[in-house]
């Protein structure tokens, strides 16, 4: 087809794509809300989590299964797309030329146009978390140093740098900021929406949610970038999230830090030590593979951060539960290696998932035997056990 200057503009949207949804909602309204339903709980940990930690996947299975849900084939969709003037040119934004984007756009026209703002609102709450809109922005926007990653920067960034004014502080969640930018959203494009629309007009009115979405976001990443560069990020022994945090006195919080960058100082300076290895080796994981699950751990840069996190919390809670406490001694160790199989405190938990993902990235073997009870527990110790010994050693020589 001939390419349509922009200034020619077109209505497909409005005389052809907003029939086919029209026909579809008047019977498939609530298998939609269904729908979006579904997709939020099977993403609820990162939806509502208390920070964009995560890009919230978005794949073709979710774009199939909303159009299944209104009964419309995606194809169908594509095919009067074709005829927008803006198809086959350059355009912003590029979002605007998914046909799920342009079809979600058309459902809540549909709603506004039939006064169930209800049903508009989690459409649009939804729009806002489609991979074109929330996963391709926060890509973008964090295309390295995820907060995934890192998660105590961005922790430390929720309790120590955002205010008021940020939606997220007082929304306390992703699925608050989000909602209130689309509600936003909503009040100002209502009137408008429910009128005929050229698609050059539906496309700015994808364009500005996606705006909004991106401001949310790069408002957050400033102050995040600016924790990680500055390493203004949560050290345990200094800083307190919550009741499950350790308490430390103001003599163990210097002495943990103190022994924390000692520990670190060695595992980056000294080559993986085979001595060490040996005592952490058992029946199930022998010491030439723990050198190389540690070789490897400590060979990527990216885990600098985790590896002082894990040091960091085996020290605080040693420290946090036998004041005063002595770290060179044989009741330090004994400690460390406890099994906390049940414990509830979220940093105890974060270090055993630090542990095992170090695992699951590092050790083939690992993957195979860790449906194995007892192996998976012996691997997960021994790399501990390498960690504790460490921090003996440097805490004797201090």
Known sequence: MATMKNSDDSKVFEESLYPLVEKSLKTNANNLVRYIGRFIERRHDEIYAIAPYDRIFYGQSDVDEFFKSINIKEGEVKQIMRNCFF?????????????YIETLLMCIRYFLKHNDRKKAEITTIYLCFTGKIYASTHAFLWPKVAPRKYKAVMDYVVNN??????????EGSVFGAVRK???????????????????????????????????????????YMEAYENRLYLNYETDSLDEDDFHLTDNDSAYAARIT??????????????????RCQDNLVRSPEIRD???????????????????????????SNNKGGNINSPKFITYSLKPKPNSHNPIIIEQKKIIISWLDENSPQYRKRKTRKATAMSYFKAILKYFVFVITIVADRQ
Not at 161 to 170: C, G, P, R
Not at 186 to 213: A, V
């Open 87 to 99: 198809y086959d040119i350059k355009y912003n934004p590029t979002c605007a030329k998914e046909a």
């Open 261 to 278: 960058e000692g520990t670190m100082d060695w595992l980056t300076s000294k080559s993986v030590s085979v001595d060490i290895c040996d």
């Open 161 to 170: 740098m955002l205010t008021d004014k940020y939606d997220l502080k007082k």
């Open 293 to 319: 699950i540690i070789e490897s751990i400590l060979g990527d840069p990216d885990n600098l951060d985790d590896i002082r996190r894990v040091v960091n919390i085996i020290i605080c809670d040693y420290l």
């Open 181 to 223: 930018l689309s509600m936003t959203w909503l009040d100002t494009y209502e009137d408008r929406l429910k009128k005929p629309n050229s698609d050059d007009e539906c496309g700015k009115h994808i364009q500005q949610i996606k705006e909004r979405i991106r401001s949310f976001l790069y408002n957050i990443k400033v102050l």
